[in-house]
C-alpha cells in the first residue's frame, strides 16, 4: 500500500523557516510524482510544488524562490524547505503521491495523500 505522513509543522515567526517531511512508503519516486499542498482556513486547498519521476520540480508564483521541494530516495522521504515565511503561509500542509511522470497542482491529479501537518507563522 502506498502510505504517505507528513511531519515537521509549528509555529514560525515571519522571516523565518521551518522544513517539513513527508515519509513514504509502498512506492518508489522513479514512478510516482510528488506534491505538496496546503489548505488554509476558510480556503480549497491549493497546490505548491511538485516534482515529477525524473526529478523536475515546479513551484506556484506565490511560494517560487521561498519554498523547496526535495528527495531523499535512500529514505524514501520527501522534503519542502520553506524560508522567508509570511503570516499568509499558516495552513495545513500536505504531501500526496500520483503514479505516473507528471505532476500537477490540482488535487485530483493525486491518489495518495498524507494527513496534514499545521504550519503558522506569526506577524
Known amino acids: 500500500d502506498v502510505q504517505l505522513q507528513a511531519s515537521g509543522g509549528g509555529l514560525a515567526q515571519a522571516g523565518g523557516s521551518l522544513t517539513l517531511s513527508c515519509a513514504a512508503s509502498?512506492?518508489?519516486?522513479?514512478?510516482?510524482?510528488i506534491g505538496w499542498f496546503r489548505q488554509a482556513p476558510g480556503k480549497e486547498r491549493e497546490g505548491l510544488s511538485c516534482?515529477?519521476?525524473?526529478?523536475?520540480?515546479y513551484y506556484i508564483d506565490s511560494v517560487k524562490g521561498r519554498f523547496t521541494i526535495s528527495t531523499d530516495n535512500a529514505k524514501n522521504m520527501v522534503y519542502l524547505q520553506m524560508n522567508s515565511l509570511k503570516p499568509e503561509d499558516t495552513a495545513v500542509y500536505y504531501c500526496?503521491?500520483?503514479?505516473?511522470?507528471?505532476?500537477?497542482?490540482?488535487?485530483?491529479?493525486?491518489?495518495?495523500w498524507g494527513q496534514g501537518t499545521l504550519v503558522t507563522v506569526s506577524s
Open positions: 500526496a503521491a500520483d503514479k505516473g511522470y507528471g505532476c500537477w497542482f490540482y488535487e485530483v491529479d493525486y491518489d495518495h
Open positions: 509502498g512506492f518508489t519516486f522513479d514512478d510516482y510524482a
Open positions: 516534482m515529477d519521476s525524473i526529478g523536475n520540480t
